[in-house]
């Protein structure tokens, strides 16, 4: 599992949240938002045979992905707690550069990683 970058468990949806008729984010303003987050990367690794965060070596990760000491304290601590990998460690790194590109954000803010941290939920079964 820790070969993935996000899992999840995905629960069945409840009725009442299927019948719910409020307006949510449409599939085109999400889709405008991942083409502008794809750009980021595009730019970011132009030059490069990388195309993507998904494809960051050690390297970038460390160029592209550094955190805040509280963002370094909160992923220390779940690295610890859990006993995280090298290889879940640097995914949780990756998948909050894109969160981060997502949000239109130069830098990876604690709350990027803390949701890619969420996308880790098998770990938390594991350990």
Known sequence: MERLDIHIEVPAVKYRDLADRTDSESSSVIARRVEAARDIQLERF???????????????????????????????????????????????????????????SENIREQHLAEAIQYRSLDRKTA
């Open 46 to 104: 132009k030059g490069t045979k990388v195309h993507c965060n998904a494809q960051m070596t050690p390297r970038h990760i460390r160029k592209y992905c550094e955190l805040d000491a509280a963002g370094n304290r909160m992923l220390e601590l779940v690295t610890d707690r859990l006993g995280l990998s090298a290889r879940s460690y640097n995914r949780i790194l990756k998948v909050s550069r894109t969160i981060a590109d997502l949000d239109n």
